[in-house]
């Protein structure tokens, strides 16, 4: 009838563990069973997945693995894998993850009898994923497949030490997010030793607070859907809107800025008041003058100097101050 509500069925928290434990087996079986596929893809033996395998317990583990297990109880895998299980595959402990153990007790030395999450053991990368999917998956891991990371067959062990807490947060293989981000984006590591740069190597931010390393919307894997956009989370100031819009700032702050290091000022692409002559060419009017190295306070104290007060003054923000947009009846000459 009109005006009535249909009945709200309310489960209490046990039938909503009891659901949520539910969808995550199906969301295991369907999981083993594309692991399975892969392997057999792969050419990978298949015992890591085999159905004639058992679990055995972390107690047999511990018999040959003691050094492994005294580093793992620090993490938060083992509190909650051991302390404080909430399904089926988390009651496992170390199988959960490297999955059924008992044809490995029987011979250890058979690399396919067990999930490694090494590249020396050789299981495949797909497979190592797979695992940690099962429970890390969706969230900030939504855009994982097809992402770069992925795309390059980088393995959550490259960046991750699930065995260890080597790290603060988030287990990561050094001390800290960006020293793992450095270990294979080089160049960007010597950008941040340049005369100016992101206060990443003071410790005042990480690679994380503009990246997403799971994976994006944006090629870059920014945490947000543009470059712009990222940038003034921090620097709210430069967002507007404004009245009087510069438009290289308005497309992009990569048009004048390098967002990890430079060695001019303000990470600049380049110096002042150069940078500005890129577009403000002389043809098209003030300044009128190409600057170039003659005009320095140094080069004035040679025969025929002359030097420049923009050159040597750092040029056009001297009066040009708001030149990210103004808000001002100066208009668009971003005096004030």
């Given at each position: 009838m009109k005006g009535l509500r249909a009945p709200i069925t309310v489960f209490d928290e046990r039938q909503r563990?009891?659901?949520?434990?539910?969808?995550?087996?199906?969301?295991?079986?369907?999981?083993a069973a594309a692991i399975g596929a892969v392997l057999t893809l792969a050419g990978w033996p298949p015992g890591a997945s085999a159905q004639d395998t058992a679990y055995v317990g972390d107690g047999k583990c511990i018999v040959c693995h003691v050094d492994d297990s005294r580093h793992f109880s620090h993490t938060r895998h083992a509190k909650i894998f051991r302390l404080n299980p909430k399904t089926e595959r988390e009651r496992q402990g170390c199988e959960a993850c490297h999955g059924p153990g008992s044809k490995h007790v029987a011979n250890a030395l058979d690399k396919g009898t067990i999930i490694g999450f090494t590249r020396e053991w050789g299981t495949p990368v797909e497979v190592q994923n797979a695992q940690c999917l099962g429970c890390h998956e969706g969230g900030q891991r939504s855009y994982w497949a097809g992402s770069p990371h992925a795309l390059n067959r980088i393995a959550c062990s490259d960046c991750h030490s699930p065995m260890a807490r080597l790290s603060k947060n988030g287990l990561m293989r050094t001390a800290l997010v960006?020293?793992?981000?450095?270990?294979?984006?080089?160049?960007q590591r010597a950008?941040?030793?340049?005369?100016?740069?992101?206060?990443?190597?003071e410790g005042k931010m990480s690679c994380a607070d503009c990246h997403n390393p799971h994976g994006s919307v944006t090629r870059p894997l920014l945490k947000a859907d543009s470059v712009n956009e990222t940038c003034t989370v921090c620097h709210a100031e430069k967002r507007g809107p404004f009245l009087w819009e510069h438009a290289p700032v308005r497309e992009s702050c990569l048009n004048c800025h390098v967002p990890h290091g430079s060695n001019n000022?303000?990470?600049l692409v380049g110096a002042r008041p150069f940078i500005c002559q890129q577009c403000h060419s002389p043809p098209l009017g003030h300044p009128g003058a190409f600057y170039n190295a003659s005009e320095t306070a140094a080069a004035a104290q040679q025969p025929g100097g002359n030097q420049s007060p923009r050159v040597i003054g750092r040029g056009c923000q001297n009066c040009h101050s708001q030149i990210h947009g103004s808000n001002h009846p100066s208009r668009a000459r971003f005096q004030r």
């Open positions: 563990t009891q659901a949520i434990g539910a969808r995550r087996t199906l969301v295991a079986g369907a999981r960006s020293d793992t981000c450095a270990l294979c984006h080089q160049q950008e941040f030793q340049r005369r100016s740069h992101m206060p990443l190597p000022d303000f990470l």
